[in-house]
């Protein structure tokens, strides 16, 4: 009987026999996503080295696989493995906000702290044939521009009147740090029309996920940049090397056709990151329709029920049914009331009626379509938060919640920051918000084309929205430690304070679990 030998996996310290390291280890680079991402799969269906591997794949194979087993046969783990950047530029912030709207994503925005937006650079709706809704528009943006430029000088005057610069620290921080912190407050006259730009990284799936949720969309905008990313997917990408390769091509053919010709792909080759796995990316009927049917239940639900003032910007909710969590959250997204205020008139439903809600989310559901955010349900810990939109975006950044968020609206008010009555500019600061109120109003009112819509661009970042954060207790801890640092802007330091005291209230044995700053303390405004 023969013996039966057992080998255990190496470690990176043990050596083959010839002396070589077993384990290998080494990166990647130069690789078309998509060919990238098809050998990395083959490590399940070949035992080839990755090297190996990409020497024998051509494109033309990688579509073929792609088509086959993440098209037809559903293995769609494949796409998480080709991950893709992408410059976005001159998109609206309302337009950002739409597309970083995803759990798996990564990427940075252009920040409203550390650069000046005082050049009146906006998205502009198409108004169709309305002429007096595109110029009450343009002049309340280019009013709201101005406003926020004054603002931000007269902010940075106060704070330097009232932050004297220390001996030590070099004139050109103290100015560059001074108006940082001026830019913190005048932010909030910006209107969601603001040009901004980003950058992401997201492997295809969220991608293909990501355009086709844009191309769903409600915005005009947004629905366009839903196209462009499926189209800058698809279309050569841009290569920072490409003048220095061509040169170079040209001057090797000039010498010798042959060799030209040799290396005229290797040089040359245009690549595109994406060109088979986002190609089917389309608008989800199911997103859409249930979006219809979801707004008109809330709108029928809720019809009679008075919108009370928030009593604060946090409000940790109680544990219920499932069944009513789920009724609640379908509806929330598709109203401006809080979540107690619907989950009241939810809970007095019949168990028929609460199922039929959950049904509206369920019916239009085709067979490759992930079910909606709001049925990520079940966290222990959900916070009703009602900030401003500047704060908001912050808040949006924490990917690993969910997140559910209202419409844009001038309905719940808008923070007026401490500095700016320190300054003198309330009331100029009041008239502000309320002439682009107003004019959201009228345009809302209006006959253009999705007049609603293109109101919203109007609202300055010191209304505020509602959204509804859900998630486990580290990540409470994470955000309440992140964001209530000295260095954080006020409006987000604020709502995490009182997302860590609304826990320990309930929970007081869980104190010891958070490490937070007390906001109430004074902050050093030189200190970033």
Known sequence: MGETKIHSAATPSQTTGNGAPATQ????????????????????????SMKESLKEISEQRAEKFLNTFYFQYGHR?????????????KLSLLGAIAVVDEQRWDGQERSTRYQDFSHPDYYVPDFGDDRESISLYRQTADFLFSEYCELSEAALRYLKEHTPKPAEMKQEAYDRTLRARAFDISRYLLPLATHTSLGQIVNARTLESQVARLLSHTHAEVRGLGEALKRASREPAYDPNQGRSRELWEEINARDPMW?????????KEVRVAPTLVKYAEASAYQIESRRELRQAAAEIMSGMAMDPAEGPVDLLD?????IELATTLLYEHSHYSYRKIRERVAGLSEARRNEIAGLGLRRRGAHDELLRAFSAGQKFRFDILMDIGGYRDMHRHRRCIQIGQDFTTLQGYEVPEEVTAA?????????????????????AARAPEAEQAAQYLIPLAFRKRTLFKMDLAEVVYISELRTTPAGHWSYRRVAYAMYEEVVRRHPALAGCFRVHDIHEPVDLLQR
């Open 424 to 444: 003198s500019w309330e009331g100029r600061y009041r008239a502000a918000m309320s002439r682009a109120a107003e004019a959201a109003g009228r345009i809302t």
């Open 77 to 89: 783990s494949i796409a998480d493995l080709a991950h893709i950047a992408v410059a976005i530029e």
């Open 260 to 268: 030209g010709k040799k290396t005229y792909d290797l040089l040359r």
């Open 319 to 323: 544990d219920e049914p499932i069944e």
């Open 25 to 48: 280890v080494y990166a990647v680079y130069g690789v078309e996503p998509e060919v990238q991402a098809y050998a990395m799969a083959k490590y399940s269906r070949s035992a080839l």
